[in-house]
């Protein structure tokens, strides 16, 4: 049994652990955000390096997350918060692409988080192409001939980010996934690097299974560029407390940080293969030693015998 004065010691030990929890935490919020804003500074130094923006294809199946893969960045990239402002045209999955027409969406990247940093963002236009491409195919009638001029569109990508949802019908997923190598194959043989972007990341329950599905994907995309993300979307709009106004998350931001990056690093890489200068600066394009070009057969059904999946399994 307590005697009564012990009472107030245990109280105001108990206040001691909230109070530093609290503050706890708000240190480790503040130095993720601290990582987010010195990561998006990364990508902005590396974009300045490059002389014209990157221009990254974001390609994959229908209502896969492409077009809100793409409001992720600009959001992320632009540093903004409240509401989620909509540069690609989204809708629920419906039976025909939401997206018609490629588009490219120039998604400008702000300065770092200091005060210096972020004039000098306004002063220094960085900006990355993300295009904006209707949708492949469904995977039973994707044929090589489909990717190719997925691939061949203006402006012509210098990497690609092949869109998957994580979630869905396990059918339609497991047919998605089955096509993935023919789909990385094609792209690796135009000469291009990719990233693999999954979305709706909370629908997979646990870590575990997240890990296995990013495995199973860099096992058959054979790369190690694959990413869960969770994108921001329309319906995250709808706040009750502050209709409109979206929550920023900052693993969501780290993550899209990342592919951009990466991205930005691939074109990097592409055009130190491709592009040589005259000699008034100019830049003129050479060939690529390691583009190969498609093998023969276009307007076949890719892996229509069911190879091309087995083969890594
Ligand atoms: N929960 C969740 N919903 C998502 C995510 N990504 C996209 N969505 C939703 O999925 C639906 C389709 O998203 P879009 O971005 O339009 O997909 P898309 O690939 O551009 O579709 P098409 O252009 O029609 O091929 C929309 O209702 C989005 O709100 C995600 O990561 N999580
Ligand atoms: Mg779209």
Redesign the pocket.
Known sequence: MLSPSTVPLLLSFAAAAVTGAAAFLALRRFSREETVASLRQDVRDAVLLLREPPTVL?T?????????????ACRALAAEAGPMLLR???????T????FDRCVIRAAVAGGGSEDEKEEGEATCAQVALV????LPEPGQLTRADVEEALSGVPPPECVAL?L???GPAKDRHAAVKKLADVTTAIRQRGLQFVVVL?????IKSMRKAEELRREIAFRARTDCVYL???????NMLNIRRPWATKNNLETHYTVLMIVRQCVEFAKLRRSHSIGQTENGDLIGIEYSWDVGIESGQGTSMGASGDGVEDYV
């Open positions: 974001v994959g199946f229908r209502a896969h997350g492409k077009s809100s893969f793409i409001n992720t690609a045209e989204t809708s629920p999955p419906v025909h692409s939401a997206t904006d491409a209707p949708a869109v949802r994580c979630g979305t709706h990341k909370k629908r993300i969770e994108n921001y979307t329309a319906g």
